[in-house]
């Protein structure tokens, strides 16, 4: 395969354009109409949007539900709230509920995380709200090629799939094939072999991960590191035998812990005989505070998790049992 | 335009077999066939029928909690209704569903909805659809006045006008949103004075006269199906029941309001319509035409209660589409 | 203390009068106005709102903010999807935000669950999503006593409370006192000691747990039944030394598992080194299917766990390690 | 009723406090000392000032992500305003709110807020507070054009009509939300004619206008202070600059759009306005204005630099109150 470097952004925009080439029933809804999908597809089938993320998040339920397969960007997750009844009562239930005569394909995209001092509203990864309802798949990139190939899974996909999109890996270059690829939802991704211990990390704490085992290596310590990828459905099997390979886990997101992905990460671990078994310390989370996010970037910082609390976090675990 | 007299009669039909087929609904669900809950739309059939009958198969509508009225006229089987309100593996939605949840989008109903105001921007979709798709296809929400305070109406019509769909906006105003008069709820004069503020069409029609709503339909139709955008069409109704089957269920409602109401019952003055406009039609026809629908009615609890309970682990299925 | 027999249900309404009563600053909205309040408190204290949702509990937050004391009863929680981006984006932070520099004292009240037939719309225990938020308290009582004496306590609170109320269990009747009492926010209780396995069990599900427990005491299994009975903040010190002392746990709740109150509890448990090592066996999730809930009765009934299933995951548990 | 000459004066100097605060946090926010994103107001100061000179202090406002203008007219303090975009703990929010959190609920002032159309149902529960307190206090809600078109919009009004509440709804209809034109996403010829369908009255006025702004605000604040409900107030206006200070950000406005826009500033309409009613205002008393203006200004950023960067550990505190 041949590859080029693109950011994360642009694999995005390329998963798009590529999938409404492919199929002339997307169509893209936004409050602001991308001008390059504009040009190339049309302000019929890109639409931009009044500031009314709950009709226009029904309305893409119901073209889905009248055969078309409609992509929709809320811009920052903070935004689809103003849509939660639509995401809840309707998207995640309506195949079910109706007997499961008429598919709904639809991908909500939206942006998640902080670090870019906006404060409480516009910094916010809630990915686990809806982990907790069933009915809707849940993808989480964290690189270019992760982006572009899930997403174009989301949008060939016959369900409501929510693409939470990590606002400071916006930037960061990767590479992606130039041919036509997909990646599955539900397959974890090893992004670094390793054997003393397992770091499963979400989005941008992946990479955060990374450096962290960099860093431990020197120390002779050896760390896998497990990204989900996606997080309904979520990949236990991955997840357990690298576990039960290591005897030691920290589970790192950019959320908060309470309730959060990693609770749930945490407790399909344990709950399994053989990786509880495995467990030689405690499993660890390593997550956002669990307040609010601040704007002054002095507040900010000692919030998020990263790969310094990563480290103390494996120290921790390494040290334990 | 008018309806035939052949329609007219069709309508009727209809009105009554809604209205039958309910009376079996309540009956059965207190008696324990029936789980869940129950709202009747007894009262308002001409709204459903007057409006169905202004459309084509192929366009679509959508419903509220108050959903089989919309379902019959939009032509659902009664057998698969009542095999849903049943709970059975015949039913619509396989007994996932039951009374708020039936849907049938074969002949173009999207469902009803338990969430007041939900439906109105997800039928707006089904316009887009129609819209995009380009053949004159037309998309229908029928929704209470307790609805149209919600966020979701503005939302929803003002993307319709903006974008011009072919949508009719049917108001079912009943006066009342479960135990709340819209005299609380409203200070304009009328629910449609809202459509001014999205540049769209109205009109407010006598809910209980089935030819009154059948003709504003017919024009709010062709006005979308021209491509010159949706309507906001307020039909004036009552519902002659509580607000659910509930047994006991209480209903503040003044006893004066709902005689008055009741005095103008759609289905009678339908039949008294008829009798005057075509001589021929009688009590005995209506008599007949009831016994046909009361058979019709029989066979649906009779399909209903030979289908099975779906198996507990269907409860699995359906959670995601391949 | 003398006391009295009253219902579940009827210990809400208990608690909201005694409470308006004592503060002229409460009022009450919902879209029926409670006649009985009505009559007591007057229609510019209770009122009935307009299908709006989002705007009324935005009025609530104004109303807060402006030094009203708002009881607002959404009724069933599906409905406060609707409002979810005055709970999300506004109620959780608002108080953050702006530094402190006012409070916002609201009542959140809302039933959940299911076993009524009402499908998937009506049927929902969605409370793990609020956890996941930092800024509300959330309680969710299991008898009339823990009804009455929380939501005292959640009215005189001055920061946004949540109160998720069972519907299975609005007829259930429970003593309560004559006198004024109330029930600490943030206090789990153990509604049946035992030693030899705890089952956290949540609302409806503690009677059922209290059943299974009675049920295993014939087989001797001495059994312990915990009721957080508020779920932020969680009170992880009753938990963990109920589970340090059995070493067994068994976790109950209506909602499903999936990043659900069940999954936190069992990270709190299996985090904390001295809980982790007392774990006998893995810690058992018993939960509702991970489905939308399914309007037959022969199907509801197989997706929500109670007293036979809650038996055994105590099995498992006593079998396993 | 027209302002007095003091008042004009004092409306002029709040409108170029605006300004200059704002071009100074551009500048500051562009070389980095000011983080994460603003909002400017810049071109449509007459809209705030004209409305806030029509209240009293205990008037209570909200805003929305464009907050500086509103808060500088109610009468916030600079030097708090500055320090919490520096992100200080003398900053209003102690640091943790920044631009699109400002608020002082001492002076009335309800906060800036991220969420468009947030703010519009939680200000209307301050106007039931004044309402059920009983002494004449009036809420007052800035949204923007774009907001206009959002759910929370008509459940409020709808709410603020049916229960007379001592409402202003000021809406800042500057033609654009982000990058999408107004054009796109209304329908109906003005925003305000969707007071109508609430049984509200409403005004269109010049937004760039300070006096005509006014003296719609006065005429509104008083019908609401003597009990008889809402206003809906559209304002025109125009805002000079992109939608956010963010450096290279897109601006599909027309170029021709923006320059007559610009060509009726709201401040040198102003001067010129006192310079002709009253002979003795001149160019150089507006000089020694804004020379004080631009000291008020340093002197904020002087406060800000001053003023600690909050301890980490302080991103625990405030989560609850006690
Ligand atoms: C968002 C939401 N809020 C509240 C309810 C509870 N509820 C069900 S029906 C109803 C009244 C609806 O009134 P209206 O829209 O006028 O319809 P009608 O029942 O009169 O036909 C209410 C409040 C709901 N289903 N959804
Ligand atoms: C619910 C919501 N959707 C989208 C956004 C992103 N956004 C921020 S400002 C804005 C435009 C607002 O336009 P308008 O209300 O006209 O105010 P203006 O910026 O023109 O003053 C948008 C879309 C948001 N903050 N909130
Ligand atoms: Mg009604
Ligand atoms: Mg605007």
Redesign the pocket.
Same mark, same amino acid.
């Given at each position: 395969m041949s590859m080029r470097e693109i950011s994360y952004g642009r694999a995005g925009m390329e998963a798009l354009v590529e999938e409404m080439r492919l199929d002339p029933k997307t169509l893209h809804l936004a *409050?602001d109409a991308p001008p390059d999908l504009v040009e190339e597809f049309g302000a019929s089938r890109v639409r931009a949007t009044p500031?009314a993320?709950n009709a226009f998040t029904g309305i893409a339920i119901g073209a889905a539900g009248s055969g078309l397969r409609p992509i929709v960007n809320w811009?920052m997750v *903070?935004?689809c709230f103003?849509a939660m009844d639509q995401i809840v009562n309707q998207a995640s239930k309506i195949h079910y509920m109706f007997g499961g005569q008429q598919t709904f394909p639809i991908v909500f995209r939206s942006s998640v995380g902080g670090g870019t001092s906006l404060a409480a509203q516009h910094s916010q990864s809630p990915y686990s709200m809806f982990m907790n309802l069933a009915g809707l798949k849940l993808i989480l990139p964290s690189t270019p090629y992760d982006m572009k190939g899930l997403l174009k899974s989301a949008i060939r996909d016959n369900n409501p799939v929510l693409s939470f999109e990590s606002t400071r890996l916006m930037g960061l270059k990767g590479e992606v094939p130039d041919e036509d690829y997909t990646v599955p939802i539900g397959v974890a991704d090893v992004k670094r072999e390793g054997s003393d211990v397992t770091v499963i990390a979400l989005a941008w704490l992946v990479h955060e991960a990374l450096a962290a085992a960099e860093e431990m290596d020197k120390e002779g310590v050896s760390v896998e590191v497990v990204d989900p990828r996606t997080l309904f459905p979520l990949d236990e099997e991955t997840m357990r035998a690298s576990v039960q390979k290591t005897g030691r886990v920290v589970i790192a997101d950019e959320a908060g812990p309470t309730a959060g992905a990693a609770a749930e990460i945490a407790a399909l671990l344990t709950e399994d005989p053989a990786t509880f078994k495995a467990l030689a310390a405690p499993p660890k989370r390593v997550c956002a505070l669990q307040v609010p996010i601040p704007y002054s970037p002095s507040m900010e910082n000692h919030v998020f998790p990263d790969r310094k609390r990563i480290i103390a976090g494996i120290r921790e675990v390494m040290a334990a049992g | 335009m008018t309806a035939s007299p052949e329609l007219q009669r069709q309508m009727l039909r209809q009105m009554q077999t809604i209205r039958r087929f309910e009376e079996r609904a309540s009956d059965d669900y207190r008696n324990g066939a029936i789980y869940g809950v129950v709202h009747c739309y007894i009262g308002e059939e001409a709204v459903a029928v007057g409006v169905c009958s202004a459309l084509d198969a192929s366009d679509q509508i959508i419903s509220n909690h108050r959903g089989h009225g919309h379902c019959i006229a939009k032509g659902a089987d009664l057998n698969r209704m009542m095999a849903e309100l049943y709970g059975r593996v015949d039913g619509y939605c396989k007994g996932k569903g039951g009374s708020m949840h039936i849907a049938d989008f074969a002949i173009g109903m999207l469902g009803a909805n338990g969430i007041v105001g939900g439906g109105l921007s997800i039928v707006t979709g089904a316009g887009l659809a129609a819209q995009m798709e380009g053949k004159g296809g037309v998309a229908v929400c029928f929704f209470g006045d307790g609805a149209s305070n919600a966020g979701s109406f503005h939302e929803s019509l003002n993307i319709a006008a903006s974008w011009k769909l072919p949508m009719l906006y049917v108001c079912e105003h009943n006066s009342w949103a479960a135990n709340t008069s819209s005299k609380m709820t409203h200070a304009a004069d009328n629910m449609s004075d809202r459509a001014a503020g999205y540049g769209i069409p109205s009109a407010v029609v006598d809910g209980n006269d089935v030819m009154a709503v059948y003709d504003a339909a017919v024009e709010a139709v062709a006005r979308a199906r021209a491509g010159e955008g949706p309507t906001l069409l307020e039909c004036k109704t009552y519902r002659h029941r509580a607000h659910t089957e509930r047994a006991g269920a209480v209903d503040p409602r003044p006893a004066e309001e709902i005689a008055s109401w009741m005095a103008r019952d759609p289905i009678p003055m339908l039949v008294d319509h008829l009798k005057q406009q075509q001589g021929q039609f009688s009590d005995k026809e209506f008599q007949a035409m009831d016994d046909e629908i009361m058979t019709a009615v029989e066979a649906s609890v009779a399909f209903a209660e030979a289908s099975p309970f779906p198996a507990p682990e269907a409860a699995l299925e359906d959670v995601f589409a391949d």
């Amino acid at each position: 395969m041949s590859m080029r470097e693109i950011s994360y952004g642009r694999a995005g925009m390329e998963a798009l354009v590529e999938e409404m080439r492919l199929d002339p029933k997307t169509l893209h809804l936004a *409050t602001d109409a991308p001008p390059d999908l504009v040009e190339e597809f049309g302000a019929s089938r890109v639409r931009a949007t009044p500031i009314a993320e709950n009709a226009f998040t029904g309305i893409a339920i119901g073209a889905a539900g009248s055969g078309l397969r409609p992509i929709v960007n809320w811009s920052m997750v *903070t935004f689809c709230f103003v849509a939660m009844d639509q995401i809840v009562n309707q998207a995640s239930k309506i195949h079910y509920m109706f007997g499961g005569q008429q598919t709904f394909p639809i991908v909500f995209r939206s942006s998640v995380g902080g670090g870019t001092s906006l404060a409480a509203q516009h910094s916010q990864s809630p990915y686990s709200m809806f982990m907790n309802l069933a009915g809707l798949k849940l993808i989480l990139p964290s690189t270019p090629y992760d982006m572009k190939g899930l997403l174009k899974s989301a949008i060939r996909d016959n369900n409501p799939v929510l693409s939470f999109e990590s606002t400071r890996l916006m930037g960061l270059k990767g590479e992606v094939p130039d041919e036509d690829y997909t990646v599955p939802i539900g397959v974890a991704d090893v992004k670094r072999e390793g054997s003393d211990v397992t770091v499963i990390a979400l989005a941008w704490l992946v990479h955060e991960a990374l450096a962290a085992a960099e860093e431990m290596d020197k120390e002779g310590v050896s760390v896998e590191v497990v990204d989900p990828r996606t997080l309904f459905p979520l990949d236990e099997e991955t997840m357990r035998a690298s576990v039960q390979k290591t005897g030691r886990v920290v589970i790192a997101d950019e959320a908060g812990p309470t309730a959060g992905a990693a609770a749930e990460i945490a407790a399909l671990l344990t709950e399994d005989p053989a990786t509880f078994k495995a467990l030689a310390a405690p499993p660890k989370r390593v997550c956002a505070l669990q307040v609010p996010i601040p704007y002054s970037p002095s507040m900010e910082n000692h919030v998020f998790p990263d790969r310094k609390r990563i480290i103390a976090g494996i120290r921790e675990v390494m040290a334990a049992g | 335009m008018t309806a035939s007299p052949e329609l007219q009669r069709q309508m009727l039909r209809q009105m009554q077999t809604i209205r039958r087929f309910e009376e079996r609904a309540s009956d059965d669900y207190r008696n324990g066939a029936i789980y869940g809950v129950v709202h009747c739309y007894i009262g308002e059939e001409a709204v459903a029928v007057g409006v169905c009958s202004a459309l084509d198969a192929s366009d679509q509508i959508i419903s509220n909690h108050r959903g089989h009225g919309h379902c019959i006229a939009k032509g659902a089987d009664l057998n698969r209704m009542m095999a849903e309100l049943y709970g059975r593996v015949d039913g619509y939605c396989k007994g996932k569903g039951g009374s708020m949840h039936i849907a049938d989008f074969a002949i173009g109903m999207l469902g009803a909805n338990g969430i007041v105001g939900g439906g109105l921007s997800i039928v707006t979709g089904a316009g887009l659809a129609a819209q995009m798709e380009g053949k004159g296809g037309v998309a229908v929400c029928f929704f209470g006045d307790g609805a149209s305070n919600a966020g979701s109406f503005h939302e929803s019509l003002n993307i319709a006008a903006s974008w011009k769909l072919p949508m009719l906006y049917v108001c079912e105003h009943n006066s009342w949103a479960a135990n709340t008069s819209s005299k609380m709820t409203h200070a304009a004069d009328n629910m449609s004075d809202r459509a001014a503020g999205y540049g769209i069409p109205s009109a407010v029609v006598d809910g209980n006269d089935v030819m009154a709503v059948y003709d504003a339909a017919v024009e709010a139709v062709a006005r979308a199906r021209a491509g010159e955008g949706p309507t906001l069409l307020e039909c004036k109704t009552y519902r002659h029941r509580a607000h659910t089957e509930r047994a006991g269920a209480v209903d503040p409602r003044p006893a004066e309001e709902i005689a008055s109401w009741m005095a103008r019952d759609p289905i009678p003055m339908l039949v008294d319509h008829l009798k005057q406009q075509q001589g021929q039609f009688s009590d005995k026809e209506f008599q007949a035409m009831d016994d046909e629908i009361m058979t019709a009615v029989e066979a649906s609890v009779a399909f209903a209660e030979a289908s099975p309970f779906p198996a507990p682990e269907a409860a699995l299925e359906d959670v995601f589409a391949d």
